[in-house]
Structures are given as structure tokens and as C-alpha cells.
């Protein structure tokens, strides 16, 4: 089955600090895509960071970087100097294709609170 | 700036009265796809278009039913609204359909139903 799980539902941060958000996934097909998105309260989507399954390094995006674990299937977001405006819920999705089309599966989400 | 437009941001809609929601989008893209979003939960996926191929999911209600006249506009009809279709909903564009392409949303339409 293709799932993906975050288990911390909510995570508070000191701002200018660094945290991690976890994100395990689950997939038989060798070639995947694994996104991390930032859903602010007025609810637009925003695209933050890709990591492709054959990709040998860890993506990274200014702030944003992903630990890509191939073999724990994990691919947890770093956000390095907390800022309030991450203050947001941050989805982990995974890409696969299914019926010969592209597909996100997303996770449950974790909530981010950035504290000053 | 390229982007993928919604409208309108809020629709208030009554219990059975159809509605449309629209996306338009200045990328030139491909795939056009429509998700779901209740509160506190994962986006959901009802359909998508690639070009003027429509691919429904299997769980995606008969009430919701979708129009791509040309590559810029999509529509999402709702015929017969319920209490439990109150949702946002998300339009969201990807170049093709391939593994690994990256799809990116609008701001999304949010629903309520009285």
C-alpha cells in the first residue's frame, strides 16, 4: 500500500531555531517523488521542497532542506532559523503514478507554531 | 507572475442548489487537477484532466463533475450540494503527469453550505 505518515500532529519552535518535521513513507515502486508543501492559514498550498527517489543527494531550498533516508523510507523537512511567518501546516506528500498518471498522496500534517 | 487563479475565494451556497467553482491558470500546463480539503485534513484528490482527458477517482462522488473547455480554465460543478461537501477546494496545475513533477495549487475556493 502507498502511504505516507507524519506522526507529530503539532510541534512548537523557538523562532531563529532550527526544526525537523517527520515523514515516513511507504511504496513498493522503485521510482517516486517525495514534496513537502506549507499550508498558511489562508489556505493556499505552497510548494516548498522535491526529492526524487533516485536522487543521491539531500534537495535543499534556502531555508528548507530534506533528510532523505532511502532505506528507513524517511524524508523528514529541516527548517533552519525558525521564522513567525513559518508559523503553518506543512504537509509531506508522496508522487507515484497510478492508472498511468502522476498522483500525490499526502500525510495527515503537522501544525507549526513559531514561537518569538 | 504565472500562477493558478481561483474563484471565487468564498462561496456560500444552499443546501441542494448547484454550484460552480473555477481555475484558471497562466502556466500553460498540462494536467489540471481538483482536491478536496475538510478541515484539519489531508487534501483529497476527486479528478484531474490531462489535457482533454478527464480521470476520475474511484471514491469521487457523482454529485462533483468537472469541465476543462481549453488548457487555461477548468470548472468544478457541485449538482446537488450537501452540508457535508462544506470543504476548500483546491485547483492545482503540473507541466505532465509524470512521476516527480510538481504540482502547485491556487488559493483555493472555500465552500460553505447552508
Known amino acids: 500500500a502507498q502511504k505516507i505518515t507524519q506522526t507529530q500532529p503539532g510541534m512548537f519552535v523557538q523562532e531563529k531555531e532550527a526544526v525537523t518535521l517527520d515523514c515516513t513513507y511507504d511504496?513498493?515502486?522503485?521510482?517516486?517523488?517525495l514534496f513537502w508543501y506549507k499550508q498558511p492559514s489562508s489556505g493556499e498550498m505552497i510548494f516548498l521542497i522535491y526529492?526524487?527517489?533516485?536522487?543521491?543527494q539531500n534537495a535543499t531550498e534556502g531555508r528548507y532542506s530534506l533528510n532523505f533516508q532511502k532505506a528507513r523510507k524517511s524524508a523528514n523537512l529541516v527548517i533552519s532559523a525558525s521564522q513567525l511567518g513559518d508559523s503553518a501546516m506543512y504537509f509531506c506528500?508522496?508522487?507515484?503514478?497510478?492508472?498511468?498518471?502522476?498522483?500525490?498522496?499526502f500525510g495527515a500534517g503537522t501544525r507549526l507554531a513559531v514561537h518569538p | 507572475d504565472a500562477m493558478v487563479i481561483q474563484n471565487p475565494r468564498y462561496q456560500v451556497t444552499q443546501f441542494g442548489k448547484p454550484v460552480t467553482l473555477s481555475c484558471s491558470q497562466t502556466?500553460?500546463?498540462?494536467?489540471m487537477y481538483w482536491y478536496q480539503q475538510k478541515s484539519s485534513q489531508a487534501p483529497k484528490l476527486l479528478f484531474h484532466?490531462?489535457?482533454?482527458?478527464?480521470?476520475n477517482e474511484a471514491d469521487t462522488p457523482d454529485n462533483f463533475q468537472s469541465r476543462r473547455p481549453n488548457t487555461s480554465f477548468c470548472f468544478l460543478d457541485i449538482r446537488s450540494p450537501g452540508l457535508g461537501d462544506a470543504a476548500m477546494y483546491l485547483c492545482?496545475?503540473?507541466?505532465?503527469?509524470?512521476?516527480?513533477?510538481?504540482?502547485?495549487f491556487g488559493p483555493g475556493t472555500r465552500l460553505l453550505v447552508l
Open positions: 492545482a496545475t503540473s507541466r505532465d503527469p509524470q512521476v516527480g513533477e510538481t504540482q502547485y
Open positions: 511504496t513498493s515502486d522503485p521510482s517516486y517523488g
Open positions: 526529492q526524487g527517489s533516485y536522487d543521491q
Open positions: 506528500a508522496m508522487s507515484v503514478v497510478s492508472g498511468g498518471y502522476n498522483k500525490l498522496i
Open positions: 502556466l500553460n500546463h498540462n494536467v
Open positions: 484532466y490531462y489535457d482533454k482527458d478527464f480521470n
